[in-house]
């Protein structure tokens, strides 16, 4: 089991991974970044970036370097290889935006709210990661969303997204 962690030093947005072991045989957990060894197309240096992990892939969508974007990368943690998935994608990709919820359940990501650099968002979107198919699924959730946020926690426990503050 490793857990990685998209870096941020030098008060710049650096597009460094960095890994750390959590299983260990010593009981160490050692960093083991920054990893020159990934290959493919990592994304622009950026920072206020979730990640939300399926199985062995790691996702990126959005973020912010000195404008907000709304692309969207796959780390394959196997291979240790970026894709960008930008340029796969249909449907109506979310508006740009960074500080925002990341979450996956089964063959889906949920993004929700976040900073679009002028306004607070509370919209929900998702990605089928089998078709590579973007939905706003804004309007199909029953009740009223919550107040537009971002910078919030955001996690899934037993089917659930729970988010927190923002």
């Given at each position: 089991l490793?857990?990685?962690i998209?870096?941020i030093h030098?008060?710049?947005?650096?597009?460094?991974?960095?890994?750390?072991?959590?299983?260990?045989?010593?009981?160490?957990?050692?960093?083991?970044?920054?990893n020159?060894m990934?290959?493919?197309?990592?994304?622009?240096?950026?920072?206020?970036?979730?990640?939300?992990r399926?199985?062995e892939?790691?996702?990126?969508?959005?973020?912010y370097?000195?404008?907000?974007s709304?692309?969207?990368?796959?780390?394959?943690?196997e291979?240790?290889s970026w894709?960008?998935l930008?340029t796969?994608?249909?449907?109506?990709?979310?508006?740009?935006?960074?500080?925002?919820?990341l979450?996956?359940?089964?063959?889906t990501?949920?993004?929700?709210?976040?900073?679009s650099g002028?306004?607070?968002l509370?919209?929900?979107?998702?990605?089928?990661l089998?078709?590579?198919?973007?939905?706003?699924?804004?309007?199909?959730?029953?009740?009223?969303?919550?107040l537009?946020?971002?910078g919030?926690?955001?996690?899934?426990?037993?089917?659930?997204?729970?988010?927190?503050?923002?």
């Amino acid at each position: 089991l490793r857990m990685k962690i998209d870096g941020i030093h030098e008060a710049m947005h650096k597009c460094i991974l960095f890994v750390l072991a959590l299983a260990n045989a010593a009981k160490q957990r050692p960093w083991l970044g920054p990893n020159n060894m990934v290959s493919g197309s990592p994304p622009s240096p950026r920072g206020y970036t979730p990640l939300a992990r399926y199985g062995e892939e790691i996702y990126l969508f959005g973020g912010y370097n000195a404008a907000d974007s709304n692309d969207i990368f796959k780390f394959d943690a196997e291979n240790l290889s970026w894709t960008d998935l930008t340029t796969y994608v249909r449907g109506d990709a979310p508006r740009i935006r960074d500080s925002h919820g990341l979450g996956q359940f089964n063959e889906t990501l949920f993004v929700f709210g976040g900073w679009s650099g002028i306004v607070g968002l509370n919209d929900l979107h998702t990605l089928d990661l089998a078709s590579l198919t973007w939905f706003d699924v804004t309007a199909s959730i029953r009740g009223a969303p919550p107040l537009p946020r971002y910078g919030m926690g955001f996690t899934l426990c037993r089917n659930i997204f729970f988010g927190f503050g923002g």
